[in-house]
């Protein structure tokens, strides 16, 4: 099946046309948020979320995550929606049956089901887990318009042919977004194949008056990003949170227990990596930033700090569990790990892409 005209459709906002914003920020040509009322917000029409209580903040204090990246950058925030409220990302209404559609045939990148999606990876099927954070850097490559290069942090379980996943990261799409910039991004799959991007379909609930899960990121200052997903203690619900340095964490939202029957205790398999979506004419995009892994874990494109909540909600690194590594075009993208200082487990990912590397 070609399910490259799902994958590359134009996402959209479901909202209610006559919800007046109490404010809205421009922040680029075409890249538009209303400031919506937390509780009449997109994300809650969905039907499994009727009677779903909005968790305000993770009942696992921030500091409890490991804030540590090399980044020395001050976060600087472009938008704060008044209280009460959540930016939600404006888009056309003419592209809801295109939105439809592509949450209902998307197939995860990290599988074999997708025709001309390359991987490089490491992932851990040792679960129960309950969460997975890393440290990657952004990278804003060359790309065709309709070519998709992703960088990803996942949690997923399957069996008997159904999946629930989650990840979050940073892709370039210009069919997707409509643009050339790099975008963070958070995407889910849950119970009977249902699922969704950012909020262009009901599901998430955003949190953060600051930061959306959908954003242009701010290239080149913004060099690296530093995310959390983890599953709530009390309330089960999957949390992403932005980790920065020298600043206040930031808990983006939430994506709840309700939506999914597979990880409502945990999930199977947390994993990162870099994953493409080649052309119509099958010529792949680059990975990370291009350039395959060397020994010098700078020249290329790099997780770092990767580390997993285990069973008991215990933080540990990911090496300290039986680990896979993914990579099925060696030809055209490379992967290498290593320990710093015994402390450190960094994956270094990425190549050029080109015409031969592939179904």
């Not at 204090?61 to 008044?82: F, I, S, V, W």
């Not at 996942?154 to 643009?179: C, E, H, R, T």
């Not at 487990?345 to 190549?351: A, H, S, V």
Request: proline share 7%; aromatic share 10%.
């Amino acid at each position: 099946m070609n399910l490259l005209p799902f994958l590359f459709s134009p996402a959209l906002i479901r909202s209610d046309p006559n919800m007046v914003p109490l404010r809205t920020f421009k922040i680029r040509e075409n890249v538009t948020y209303d400031c919506i009322n937390i509780y009449k917000q997109p994300g809650l029409e969905h039907p499994l979320l009727q009677n779903h209580k909005i968790q305000m903040k993770p009942s696992v204090a921030r500091h409890e995550l490991k804030n540590q990246t090399d980044n020395t950058k001050t976060y600087k925030n472009k938008m704060g929606c008044p209280h009460g409220t959540v930016p939600i990302l404006r888009n056309s209404k003419e592209y809801i049956t295109n939105a439809q559609l592509f949450a209902e045939k998307y197939v995860y990148p990290l599988s074999g089901d997708s025709p001309g999606t390359h991987i490089a990876g490491v992932k851990s099927q040792n679960g129960p887990y309950h969460g997975v954070e890393a440290s990657f850097s952004i990278h804003n490559i060359n790309i065709e318009r309709d070519q998709a290069s992703y960088a990803q942090l996942y949690v997923g379980s399957g069996l008997n042919n159904q999946v629930n996943f989650i990840q979050a990261g940073w892709m370039k799409n210009p069919s997707l977004f409509g643009d050339g910039d790099v975008w963070s991004y958070g995407f889910w799959k849950g119970e009977n194949g249902k699922g969704c991007y950012n909020t262009a379909c009901p599901g998430f609930v955003q949190v953060s008056q600051e930061v959306p899960i959908a954003q242009p990121l701010d290239q080149p200052h913004e060099h690296l990003l530093h995310y959390s997903i983890h599953q709530d203690k009390q309330t089960g619900n999957w949390w992403i949170t932005k980790l920065i340095l020298n600043a206040p964490n930031i808990d983006v939202g939430y994506w709840p227990k309700e939506l999914f029957n597979l990880i409502g205790t945990g999930a199977n398999m947390v994993g990162v990596g870099g994953a493409v979506q080649a052309s119509h004419q099958g010529s792949s995009p680059p990975m990370g930033n291009g350039k395959f892994p060397t020994g010098d874990r700078k020249e290329s494109a790099m997780f770092t700090n990767i580390e997993v909540l285990n069973s008991n909600y215990e933080q540990r690194r990911i090496d300290s569990f039986p680990m896979e590594k993914l990579l099925d075009s060696p030809k055209c993208y490379g992967i290498r790990t290593d320990k710093v200082k015994l402390l450190d487990f960094t994956f270094n990912y990425g190549g050029p892409g080109g015409n031969s590397c592939g179904v």
